[in-house]
């Protein structure tokens, strides 16, 4: 630990992309906030969060002390962490005409279109974001572990 301070930055460092990664997995709305939530763009903290977790899961792999995170098992689940992070990108163009179409409809009797997005919603977070929440945890817990 570093000398007179209360949390260890290293240690911090290695939970960052589990904190950040935190955030994304949690996007499950009811109907009436899923409405709200769209018109209200999110994607600035959401791009923000996701860029935490590829920098601070880059970091680690480049900056950690010779090959501690190679001796530990940890570098796989970094990179897999990184890769995750940028494949919820990949869902974007599957879900955006489903939000305009959800936008757009001010009467809102959209729920076809609703139910879609929710249905590509729900695979983009099964698919990339809990699995890189889960490479996050793996990851500093095997780096962190005598």
Same mark, same amino acid.
């Given at each position: 630990?570093?000398? %007179? ?5 290293? *240690? /911090?460092?290695? =939970?960052?992309?589990?904190?950040? &990664? @935190? ?6 709305q009811d109907a ?11 994607? !600035?903290?959401?791009? %923000? /969060? /996701?860029? *935490? *977790?590829?920098?601070? $899961?880059?970091?680690? @792999? ?10 530990? %098992?940890? #570098?796989?689940?970094? $990179?897999?962490?990184? @890769? =995750? ?6 869902? #974007? ?14 009467? +809102?009797?959209?729920?076809? +279109?609703?139910?879609?997005? =929710?249905?590509?919603?729900n695979w983009r @977070? ?5 699995? %890189? ?11 962190? &572990? !005598?």
């Amino acid at each position: 630990m570093a000398a %007179g301070l209360l949390i260890d930055p290293i *240690t /911090l460092l290695r =939970f960052a992309p589990v904190i950040s &990664s @935190t955030y994304i997995g949690r996007q499950r709305q009811d109907a009436a906030l899923v409405r709200r939530h769209l018109l209200q763009s999110r994607a !600035p903290r959401v791009v %923000g /969060l /996701l860029l *935490t *977790t590829i920098l601070t $899961s880059a970091a680690n @792999t480049r900056y950690a002390p010779g090959q501690l995170l190679h001796e530990r %098992g940890s #570098f796989i689940w970094y $990179s897999s962490a990184i @890769t =995750f992070a940028l494949g919820h990108h990949v869902y #974007f163009p599957l879900i955006l005409p489903y939000i305009k179409a959800v936008k757009g409809d001010a009467k +809102e009797k959209n729920v076809n +279109e609703l139910r879609n997005w =929710f249905y590509v919603h729900n695979w983009r @977070t099964l698919a990339v974001d809990l699995a %890189g929440w889960v490479c996050c945890i793996v990851a500093a817990v095997k780096t962190v &572990s !005598p």
